[in-house]
């Protein structure tokens, strides 16, 4: 009878999960017989789920309009899912971290013995990895205003503030006035998150980092979202070296002239690098990290041709990645004079 029950509700979350289902596809993911999947869908009829059958070639089902599920009903790997989505938020958004720990109990309460051991067993522990060149975390408050303004198509008005997050005051040199966007999409990528969003005044599309975002209400007017496929939004957020990117806090920050386009070298660069264009052929591109010889091994990895390479601790660095690999020809090694 377990088995039983936990295969309808299976069912019932593969039925809510697409518009149609063919029943072989069905029982195909069920691990049952086409015939097993008929008596299931008669259960859930006599339960009051609306499952209506689907004519054509094989035939299928569907969930109707009406239909709604129980609360919390979740498959295992759903249950395990949104377990890691809890623990791993914080890492990227503040202001949330009391919510996350009253979530993931509440849905340990409603989950089954089995269920409750396995997402305990995904504890997670932030540990600082070296080559993580993430954003600031994000304010949950600003995450919800922007993301609410894309939900209602209602345009969003906001300071933008300055790589050090400060966003000037009337009155400072550096003042702008708030920008006035059409928000479209919230786009995280490379552990930093992004507005694609269409200025009003100005009729261009623009990508703004999220951290630097300080909304200003009341929500704007509404308005018509225009169509972004995924090539656009790649175009706008991985491959735009304008996407408010800013050098990471490292103890050695170095930057050097690439013989590669700036969206090439956007598209590939660590988090917390910054890409700026020249011409079409070459761009500027400034990495940090925790040694020299580190940041000079990020730029060896584009292989192209380097110019212009800042500071001298950094073409010291390269010298000295030079006479190693030097080194390590088998007629350079040499073993070392006792002291």
Not at 43 to 69: I, N
Not at 83 to 90: I, K, M
Not at 126 to 138: D, G, K
Not at 150 to 158: D, G, K, Y
Request: with cysteine; glycine share 8%.
């Amino acid at each position: 009878m377990a088995d039983t029950s936990a295969r309808i509700l299976r069912l019932l979350s593969l039925l809510d999960a697409r518009v149609d289902w063919p029943g072989g596809e069905l029982a195909e993911r069920l691990g049952v017989s086409a015939r097993t999947v008929r008596r299931d869908i008669d259960t859930l009829r006599e339960l009051g789920y609306p499952v209506e059958s689907v004519t054509g070639p094989g035939g299928g089902y569907r969930l109707g309009a009406v239909g709604k599920l129980p609360p919390l009903m979740l498959d295992d790997d759903q249950a395990i899912a949104i377990a890691l989505a809890l623990q791993t938020a914080p890492a990227t958004v503040t202001g949330i971290d009391d919510a996350v720990a009253r979530a993931l109990t509440t849905l340990r309460q409603v989950m089954p013995a089995r269920l409750r051991v396995a997402s305990e067993g995904f504890e997670i522990t932030a540990l600082r990895n070296y080559w993580e060149f993430s954003a600031p975390p994000i304010d949950v408050a600003t995450l919800q205003a922007v993301g609410s303004t894309i939900r209602t198509s209602s345009c969003l008005r906001f300071d933008y503030a300055d790589p050090d997050g400060r966003a000037p005051a009337p009155g400072d040199a550096d003042f702008r006035p708030p920008l006035d966007v059409e928000p479209h999409h919230l786009v995280v990528w490379a552990g930093r998150w992004y507005l694609v969003a269409r200025d009003r005044n100005h009729a261009t599309w623009g990508t703004y980092r999220v951290d630097r975002i300080r909304p200003k209400n009341p929500a704007g007017r509404p308005f018509t979202p225009a169509p972004l496929d995924p090539e656009a939004l790649n175009r706008l957020v991985v491959q735009n070296p304008d996407r408010g990117d800013t050098p990471g806090q490292w103890q050695c920050v170095g930057t050097a002239t690439l013989a590669l386009p700036a969206d090439v070298v956007a598209r590939w660069a660590p988090g917390g690098s910054v890409v700026a264009p020249i011409d079409r052929h070459c761009c500027r591109l400034t990495i940090g990290g925790w040694s020299w010889a580190g940041v000079a091994g990020l730029f060896i990895t584009f292989d192209t041709d380097l110019a212009n390479v800042e500071p001298s601790e950094l073409r010291d660095a390269f010298a000295t990645i030079r006479r190693r690999l030097e080194l390590a020809s088998p007629a350079g090694l040499r073993p070392r004079r006792q002291e």
